[in-house]
């Protein structure tokens, strides 16, 4: 068979997408030759790009397994593809280039590229590269972070009076964050909290140089630092730290006005709940109303922030329109992709300081690349030598040194711990087993039987049980929907509880849980969709950007009645709740059930994770992971266990240049 026809077949049987077929022939058509083998290689590196991987590594390529296929037609396609010539076959090939010139295709090193997609990781690698450099700093710096980050003291004694005696010591040195205990009298310290020392005292008896507070050595970083990375688990407090490291900087800010701040997230849902957090994280820091006043609390989504024009892929600023601002935050990092971030990145003023949040272990992008892994992933524990003397000298700390730490590094600092989920949570300990890959420990914690979590093994037929549970969790928003409550209380409502699937399709796919809570919703009165696709109370989820009405991928809106007739209320990136004419919406899908993908950044007090009993591809510790931290209070899981472990140990690669380009600069 010739490499054209093999790649037709693959595409009639949906093992390639229209696009990797449509760029092979594009190829074939550019050479004169539509068997060309280099026709089979471009289909490769688009058919990668699918599956989010930036560029395929030639030197680390399984020949067995080419298009994900089984290894006997991979053998076939091999005989037509050549992988034992194809460094030669493509550095020789016209229509790759090695980017002094636009060519189809790029090769770097031993990495073959989409043109595009070469050409946003370098200009990634050169924006940040450019930036990872230290700031000037003023001397009062320290003594701001001092006053920020001082120990929550009225917080201590409200705690402290509760603790048992013989836990005290444990959660004293936790409190302080104390790292070295030959520098600490923790008896002492007792003494002094029960027989009523003042806090001056008390916080005498913890020098600076026993303690190691990430959150101020975070923000120490950032301070410090134009190109920084705040990563962490849930409830680390990213939020918390990026106020008070925003308060720092504009108490260091010679502008009348303070520095132009900015902050983005990838989605209107996470753009909306970084507004809420930070504007709760702002009210409470211990400043001046003059300083308060001067940090920004309303985010925008990314897109917004670029100007998107209405039907045009072009942003109104770019690399020749550059953004007015001195200091960009972007929350939920882990979610921009690397054509996003690149076109960020490229209309950033060149003096502009950039903070990245997120979570390195969650869910990377949908979109090609896994930026934020690849910036954190030689983040170790230790900071070069330089790096950690102005860190020691902005914290008070002794911070760990490392030998040969990469520029980009010296600016990510790691937050590692919770203050969300209590150390005996079933949820927090869950998702730190699971982040471990040590599926003995995640079944440990299942079994330990925490109030907070509950595995219901799929091997009984339990799926009823998911259904009902859901339906029983709507059950006060739809109460509150029948009550004519208000359209932010509605949404409040749904976004209480959710269920979480890994797949699209089948009967544990989001299509086919919906259909079945829909139908057990009915079944129960609680709704009434008759022969109507829209009906009051149907929840909606929009499934492409529509930048004329604000809608973006992934936002939740809930079908309303109204006098004028239905309508869907969405929440709006500004805070603002707003109502659409159902027949205005953009693509979109009922939403009783989404995917633990599109429930990156939304949390929800009661998750319900449903998981497929035979394996599937997508189940990986990153899906695991993101599912189980969408919950805040509760969380049921329906899987077997089986599935579960095999999942938890499956880690995700995505191939891109991106990691080893950050390192060498
Ligand atoms: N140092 C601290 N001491 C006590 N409580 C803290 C501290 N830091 C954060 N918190 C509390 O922990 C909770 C989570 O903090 P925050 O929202 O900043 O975390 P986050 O990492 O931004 O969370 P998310 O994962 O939701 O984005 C908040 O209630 C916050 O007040």
């Not at 139908?519 to 929840?539: D, N, Q, S, T």
């Not at 930048?547 to 990136?573: C, S, T, W």
């Not at 329906?638 to 991106?658: D, E, H, I, N």
Request: proline share 5%; aromatic share 6%; hydrophobic share 45%.
């Amino acid at each position: 068979m010739a490499i054209s026809e093999k790649l037709n077949a693959l595409y009639k049987r949906k093992a390639i997408r229209a696009i990797d077929r449509q760029f092979s022939q594009f190829i074939g058509e550019q050479l004169g030759d539509v068997e060309s083998p280099m026709v089979g290689w471009a289909a490769l590196v688009s058919f990668e790009l699918g599956k989010g991987n930036v560029c395929v590594d030639l030197a680390a390529l399984d020949s067995a397994r080419l298009f994900d296929l089984m290894p006997a037609e991979s053998a076939e396609l091999a005989i037509l593809m050549t992988p034992e010539n194809v460094l030669a076959l493509v550095s020789g090939s016209p229509v790759v280039g090695y980017g002094s010139e636009p060519t189809p295709m790029v090769l770097s090193g031993s990495r073959l590229y989409l043109y595009r997609y070469w050409a946003a990781e370098c200009l990634v690698t050169n924006e940040i590269t450019a930036r990872a450099t230290e700031l000037p700093l003023p001397m009062t710096l320290r003594g701001v972070l001092d006053d920020l980050f001082l120990p929550d003291m009225a917080l201590l004694r409200q705690f402290y009076s509760t603790w048992e005696d013989s836990e005290k010591a444990e959660k004293l040195v936790d409190f302080f964050d104390i790292n070295d205990l030959t520098q600490v009298d923790v008896d002492g310290l007792k003494t002094a909290l029960d027989f009523g020392a003042t806090d001056t005292q008390v916080l005498s008896l913890v020098p600076e140089t026993s303690r190691l507070n990430w959150q101020k050595v975070a923000a120490a970083v950032a301070l410090s630092y134009r190109f920084a990375v705040i990563s962490g688990g849930p409830g680390t407090g990213k939020t918390t730290t990026v106020a008070k490291l925003l308060a720092a900087i504009v108490s260091s800010s010679d502008k009348p006005n303070g520095p132009e701040i900015k902050l983005v997230a990838p989605t209107g849902k996470a753009a909306n709940r970084l507004t809420e957090s930070i504007g709760k994280a702002v009210a409470a820091l211990p400043v001046s109303n003059e300083v308060r006043d001067k940090i920004p609390t309303q985010a925008s989504t990314i897109h917004r922030l670029l100007g998107a024009i209405p039907n045009r892929v072009e942003f109104r600023h770019h690399a020749g329109n550059r953004l007015h601002l001195d200091v960009l935050v972007v929350d939920e990092a882990s979610m921009v992709d690397l054509p996003m971030m690149a076109r960020l990145l490229a209309a950033l003023p060149q003096h502009a300081r950039v903070i990245l949040l997120g979570d390195r272990d969650q869910l990377a992008s949908v979109e090609a690349g896994a930026v934020l892994g690849d910036i954190c992933l030689h983040a170790g524990s230790g900071f070069s030598a330089d790096r950690a003397r102005t860190l020691a000298s902005l914290t008070g700390f002794r911070l760990p040194q490392e030998d040969s730490v990469p520029a980009v590094s010296d600016g990510v600092c790691l937050l590692r711990k919770s203050y969300r989920f209590h150390a005996k949570s079933g949820v927090g300990q869950l998702a730190y087993a699971i982040n471990a890959g040590e599926t003995r420990w995640v079944d440990r914690v299942l079994r330990q039987g925490f109030g907070d979590i509950a595995l219901h093994d799929l091997d009984g037929d339990v799926y009823g049980e998911a259904i009902a549970i859901t339906v029983n969790g709507y059950r006060n928003y739809l109460a509150a929907l029948s009550e004519g409550a208000d359209n932010r209380t509605l949404l409040r409502h749904f976004s209480n509880i959710r269920l979480l699937c890994a797949l699209s399709d089948g009967p544990f796919g989001v299509k086919g849980l919906n259909v079945a809570i829909e139908k057990a919703l009915a079944k129960k009165g609680l709704i009434a969709p008759g022969e109507e696709i829209f009906y009051p109370g149907r929840p909606i989820m929009v499934a492409q950007n529509d930048h004329g009405l604000g809608l973006y991928n992934g936002d939740i809106g809930i079908v309303v009645k109204q006098e004028e007739g239905l309508r869907v209320v969405f929440e709006m990136a500004d805070g603002s709740v707003k109502a659409f004419l159902p027949s205005r919406l953009p693509e979109h899908q009922t939403a009783y059930a989404m995917t633990i993908h599109k429930s990156q950044g939304s949390e929800f007090s009661h998750t319900i994770l449903v998981l497929p009993p035979t394996p599937t591809p997508v189940m990986t510790r990153e899906l695991i992971y993101t599912g189980v931290t969408r919950a805040k209070d509760r969380l049921d899981v329906y899987a077997t266990r089986t599935s579960l472990a095999r999942a938890v140990k499956r880690k995700t690669q995505r191939f891109s240049g991106l990691a080893d380009a950050l390192r060498v600069h």
